[in-house]
């Protein structure tokens, strides 16, 4: 029972972190109808930023404070990286072909993954520990990192203030409204290209947010950690029903939490597998995931 | 119906000997005393035209130029666009080396163990495609590629936990059988059967289905027959081209099947332009070629460009010129003329 | 020549469809005449299309039956009833953009080809014999709608008018009985609207076929019908012969557009 408990905190942990990123897959393709391919790399570049940032810092001290500047520094670097892609890469395309898309996407998300090589260094890296590292024990040998519970509640509080964002504001409305049709959301005199935008920067600094997180949690960062992440967390996003920003967060914490256990209690070899196991499951037998809705097609 | 002696089957006999003898003019004469020194002759030294290196650049092409066109079927041909055809390619490999390594009586001649391994290793192959066909009918596009990546990885995956093929060591000593001759004779032979499968009713419902499915289903036809055959032959052709590679190679890593592979090929695809099959086949050449000449800039300047050139020149080309070299606008889809 | 006929070619029975609270049909019964030029009408929204897409298969009625030369259509698929004889075009063309003309006509032909795999493969007599049958069915078709000159132009590339033609030569060439036609004259001016007029007309005589026709241009359906169908909300509101309906209050009262 306590090793359950350990595996659920730990899930949960993972989960917020999947879940930062789950969201700006979402909301991507929420506006676009397209699946950024290079956002897991936004995920890697919001951790570099940090990391040099936090290097430029030199802080003498490590505290919670620092860690959130650390954070809405990379939230910045990457949410600018996030609008200049879809400035250059995807708004030419927007008449494209899917597959055109698809694969410029791709496109970007290699470049994105070998730039890094070429800037940083294929060797990992560490992150240095900036915050202090306090352990609560439960019943015995529950452990709690108090890295894992800053880690948890920065992740919340972006999720509530996001959640704020889109369903209080009028930003979060034209948003939704691009989403169900965005011919008819310029027709009623929504600035598309500008809403488009800032929802790549919010989605692109939220993957730089978990980026940074992750390199809290697990210290080793390298220029290729945003493939396997990324992936991982569009398919939460599919699990949740891509598009639908609670059902991405929903998906993020059961895959983060499957994740665990299967690790823990089956092999850990088989970790990186569950998520495309996940992944084929949901789109043969409901792609519209759990919370999704079919769109009907007009004949 | 009697087989008459028809321009196909004349193409293929004229393709056989020319291979042949192309194959020896570029690597040097063998000794005629036996037959499996003539169909496997490859080069020792530098005793043909050409070095050993650019030899194997020229087998590499071949078998690029068979997996770019396999995906062709399935992708610019039927519209599916999958991104896990390294999978297949993988199963071939595996499949094939494995055979001939474990199955395949050694006494069994040269030429019989080849076609032997490399049938398996596209049957094998086949046979995954169909399964994974069947299950995926009712998807496509992002979702398609989505759930064909998935598939992918878990093949990968899945070799890489078998222990009897070598698992993270990788598989080595896989008999070397296949040189230009073999290479370029299935290129030809594989390009032509493409060509007659567009120029034939299938092609034309292939390429209806990929325009709209539902309209093709109200013309009466099916399209899940078609679907599913067009994934065995994409993927048998995939196997094959695996096989080739393994044994031309002489050893495999999983490292090589990656979602990467498979990128590659959707590029060869669509630098070439979809839909076409001169086009897949200058794609395959283009990104064979084209990295070895970055590798002389690799060795100059020490860092790997290759793969940011690489997806540089892929973005580029998407946005610039989706249509690809030989791809279509308005008019209709280019071809080599002599492909026609 | 109006009576409706005892052994209708298709026929619903109280059928209908909701897509959850949505009802698309409501309780429609009506039957089609062999032979006959039938006309379907209705304000924009009234669940036309849908019923063609039942009848076609794409949708499962959710309540009453829906027949088809006799038998239930329950279950069948799409592509069993188009082998059936029964044609349709859409209301947005649904063309194969990338083919061209002729190719497009010979599509559908697959489903009465004899040739097998193999003659395909290695290019036998019996495969260029095969395609050249098709190809001389198919431009006979193309000539017949009177676009028999651009058979080898690419379907994208036409204009919408000839497009519009290219769909029906399209679902004319596995010989339907039955031809659905949905909004064909949408988007044409006047002249080219009578010249459809015209074309349809000989059609029907020619193959002797039965039609159901979407229309919204009165003067087409009041040309050339034979029964015109109303529905409006998803229900049949009136039915007869061009002139009754016309005159039909209730029909006068769910759209007030009348002959233009």
Redesign the interface.
């Given at each position: 029972m306590n090793e359950f408990i350990q595996h659920t905190i730990n899930g949960l942990s993972l989960g917020s972190i999947y879940a930062l990123v789950a969201l700006g897959y979402t909301m991507v393709f929420g506006v676009l109808q397209l699946i950024n391919f290079a956002h897991g790399d936004i995920f890697m570049i919001g951790s570099f930023a940090g990391l040099y940032f936090l290097r430029f810092l030199s802080p003498s001290q490590p505290s919670v404070g620092v860690a959130l500047l650390v954070v809405l520094v990379a939230m910045l670097c990457s949410g600018l990286l996030g609008m200049t892609i879809e400035k250059l890469g995807y708004r030419p395309m927007r008449k494209a072909p899917r597959i055109n898309i698809l694969i410029t996407a791709i496109g970007i998300s290699l470049f994105l993954e070998y730039g890094g090589q070429l800037l940083f260094g294929a060797s990992p890296q560490f992150f240095p520990p900036i915050m202090e590292k306090t352990q609560f024990h439960f019943f015995g040998d529950i452990t709690l990192d108090s890295n894992q519970v800053i880690i948890f509640f920065i992740a919340c509080g972006l999720m509530a203030i996001l959640q704020f964002l889109v369903f209080k504001t009028q930003f979060g409305r034209a948003m939704r409204a691009i989403s169900h049709s965005l011919e008819t959301a310029s027709l009623i005199g929504i600035n598309v290209n500008k809403i488009i935008r800032i929802t790549f920067f919010i989605g692109s600094a939220l993957a730089g947010a978990a980026g940074v997180l992750y390199g809290l949690a697990y210290p080793k960062i390298d220029p290729l950690m945003g493939l396997l992440p990324g992936l991982k967390a569009f398919v939460a996003a599919v699990l949740g029903g891509i598009g639908n920003i609670t059902g991405a967060v929903i998906g993020a914490f059961i895959l983060g939490l499957s994740e665990t256990y299967v690790a823990g209690y089956i092999s850990s070899t088989y970790r990186d597998a569950l998520a495309f196991v996940i992944l084929i499951l949901v789109l043969l037998i409901k792609p519209a995931g759990i919370l999704g809705t079919k769109k009907i097609e007009k004949v | 119906m009697k087989l008459q002696f028809n321009k196909t089957i004349f193409l293929i006999l004229g393709f056989f000997f020319f291979s042949l003898l192309m194959n020896w003019a570029l690597a040097g004469f063998p000794s005629f005393s036996e037959i499996n020194s003539i169909l496997f002759f490859k080069p020792g030294r530098s005793e043909g035209l050409i070095s050993p290196y650019i030899y194997s650049i020229l087998i590499l092409l071949g078998i690029n130029v068979i997996l770019s066109v396999s995906l062709t079927l399935l992708n610019g041909f039927c519209g599916m666009f999958t991104m896990g055809h390294a999978g297949f390619m993988a199963i071939g490999a595996y499949a094939s080396s494995s055979a001939m390594m474990f199955l395949i009586p050694e006494a069994t001649p040269l030429f019989l163990k080849l076609i032997l391994g490399l049938l398996i290793g596209g049957g094998i192959s086949a046979l995954i495609g169909f399964l994974i066909g069947i299950s995926v009918l009712r998807l496509n596009g992002d979702y398609l590629g989505m759930v064909t990546l998935g598939f992918g990885e878990i093949i990968r995956i899945t070799i890489l936990n078998i222990d009897a093929v070598g698992g993270a060591r990788g598989m080595t000593d896989i008999p070397q059988m296949i040189n230009l001759f073999s290479i370029m004779f299935l290129v030809l032979v594989v390009v032509l059967f493409t060509k007659r499968i567009r120029d034939s009713k299938y092609g034309r419902t292939m390429f209806a289905i990929k325009e709209n499915e539902l309209a093709t289903r109200l013309m009466g036809i099916n399209p899940t027959n078609i679907k599913v055959q067009t994934f065995v032959i994409s993927s048998f052709l995939a196997g094959l081209a695996g096989a080739c590679f393994a044994h031309s190679e002489g050893y495999l890593s999983t490292q090589t099947f990656s979602f990467v592979k498979s990128f590659e090929i959707i590029a060869m695809n669509v630098i070439g332009g979809l839909g076409s099959i001169s086009g897949a086949i200058i794609g395959g050449a283009l990104l064979t070629i084209l990295p070895e000449g970055f590798r002389v800039l690799q060795d100059f300047t020490g860092i790997d460009l290759r793969m940011i050139i690489y997806a540089l020149t892929i973005t580029l080309i998407m946005i610039f010129l989706p249509q690809g070299l030989f791809g279509s606008k308005k008019g209709k889809v280019k071809e080599f003329p002599w492909l026609k | 020549m109006v009576e409706i006929n005892k052994n209708p070619i298709a026929e619903f029975k109280d059928m209908s469809l909701a897509?959850g609270g949505i009802k698309a049909n409501s309780n429609v019964s009506l039957s089609l005449t062999p032979g006959l030029m039938h006309g379907l009408i209705g304000p924009n929204g009234a669940g036309k299309?849908t019923l063609f897409?039942v009848l076609?298969g794409?949708y499962q009625p959710t309540g009453g039956e829906v027949f088809y030369d006799g038998k239930t259509i329950a279950g069948l698929?799409?592509?069993d009833l188009?082998?059936n004889g029964i044609g349709?075009t859409?209301q947005?063309i649904?063309?194969?953009?990338?083919?061209?003309a002729i190719?497009?006509v010979?599509?559908?032909?697959?489903?009465v080809?004899k040739?097998s795999?193999t003659d395909?493969?290695?290019?036998?007599?019996?495969?260029a014999a095969e395609?050249k049958s098709?190809r001389q069915k198919s431009q006979e078709l193309l000539d017949l709608m009177g676009i028999g000159d651009l058979a080898e132009v690419?379907a994208?590339?036409l204009p919408y008018g000839k497009q519009r033609k290219l769909e029906i030569a399209?679902a004319l060439?596995?010989s339907p009985k039955l031809l659905l036609l949905d909004e064909p004259a949408a988007g044409l001016n006047p002249t080219e609207t009578q010249e459809l007029t015209n074309l349809i007309k000989k059609i029907q005589h020619q193959f002797g076929i039965t039609v159901l026709l979407i229309e919204h241009d009165m003067r087409l359906v009041m040309q050339i019908c034979d029964i015109i169908f109303v529905l409006d909300h998803g229900e049949l509101i009136a039915q007869g012969k061009p002139q009754e309906v016309q005159d039909n209050p209730k029909v006068i009262e769910a759209y007030l557009g009348v002959a233009e």
């Open positions: - | - | 897509f299309s897409n076609t794409i698929a799409s592509h188009a082998k349709r859409f947005n649904r063309l194969f953009k990338e083919l061209t190719e497009n010979m599509t559908p032909l697959f489903n080809s040739t795999f395909h493969l290695f290019a036998t007599k019996k495969y395609e098709f690419r994208d590339a399209r060439a596995l």
